[in-house]
């Protein structure tokens, strides 16, 4: 994941962000190595987002969200993550985003294209994060968290999920879209301030595992190719599709790790959404069955 160089114990993909008491959230580098979360268990990546994607118009995506560190500076030098509306009050990122973090430290813009624009979108201040309980016992594989806002985003349509347990939307070679502010470039860090699309290709499950040891294909699946893929600065946001006579989007995976960014052999990994055993297990915690009665889950 993406984090200060005082968690630098695993990769992730997590863009720079600095927080109101001077940590930082993310790490922007040129180091092969990315920071991580407080469990290590993935190869790390260089330090880039969305790569071989394109800019997208304002209001293309209203129910993407930014994760911001606190303070007063540009939100594009604030912003550190992705994630999406999941209900009018709950934002769904990736777990190694706000791990060990404090709801205060926190805010999130839903709705805004361009990061520095201060009158696009919705911001809300966080009230709680709850992160699933299997990734805080160090199970990275279940890499979600949700956000709890101070008041609900109205006027948008939430994303939608899978049915839990289907694997119908994740067939290998589907291709799927994924969004974020993440690095652009492979080779010299270059984080954009609007929003950037990518069409990415789902992979096996077989070859998912042949590439990452650690891979569950019980709660993960891959996506991308060479050339194109979610980079640092897009963990936490959505790869989604859209349906032929459906509305709204329906999201399958949260950013969550790679070895690389678009590199031939190494897909990106995503936390699927529309896992049986990601929502079951939800329940362990106090925090994660209120999440699922308050999603009616």
């Known amino acids: ?176 879209t994924v969004i974020g502010w993440g690095n652009t470039d492979t080779e010299v860090p270059n984080y954009p301030d609007r929003i950037r699309a990518v069409d990415v290709p789902i992979v096996s499950h077989i070859e998912c595992k042949a590439s990452y040891p650690g891979y569950d294909k019980k709660v993960n699946v891959c996506a991308g190719v060479e050339g194109k893929d979610s980079c640092q600065g897009d963990s936490g946001g959505p790869m989604f599709r859209k349906l032929p006579g459906r509305r709204g989007v329906y999201q399958v995976g949260i950013v969550s790790y790679g070895d690389g960014c678009a590199a031939q052999g190494a897909p990106g990994v995503y936390t699927y959404t529309g896992s049986a055993k990601l929502w079951d297990t939800l329940g362990e915690s106090a925090q994660g069955r209120k999440v699922k009665r308050l999603l009616g889950r």
Not at 8 to 34: C, D, K, M, N
Not at 90 to 105: D, F, N, R, Y
Not at 143 to 158: E, H, M, Q, R, Y
């Open 1 to 176: 994941m993406r984090l200060s160089p005082a968690h630098r114990t695993a990769p992730r993909r997590i863009a720079a962000a600095a927080i109101a008491a001077g940590a930082v959230l993310g790490l922007v580098g040129t180091s092969a190595g990315t920071a991580g979360a407080a469990t290590p268990a993935h190869p790390g990546r260089p330090d880039k987002p969305i790569i071989g994607g394109t800019e997208k118009p304002v209001g293309a995506y209203p129910f993407m969200a930014a994760l911001l560190a606190k303070g007063r500076g540009n939100p594009h030098d604030r912003q550190f993550c992705g994630g999406s509306l999941l209900e009018p009050g709950v934002v769904m990122t990736a777990a190694h985003c706000v791990v060990g973090e404090q709801p205060k430290q926190l805010e999130t813009v839903v709705g805004r294209t361009v990061l520095s624009k201060k009158n696009q979108g919705h911001v809300r201040n966080v009230t709680d994060i709850v992160v699933h309980p299997r990734y805080a016992r160090g199970q990275e594989a279940y890499d979600i968290a949700f956000l709890i806002l101070d008041k609900p985003v109205t006027g948008t349509a939430p994303v939608n999920l899978p049915t839990a347990g289907t694997d119908a939307l994740i067939r290998p070679g589907a291709k799927a």
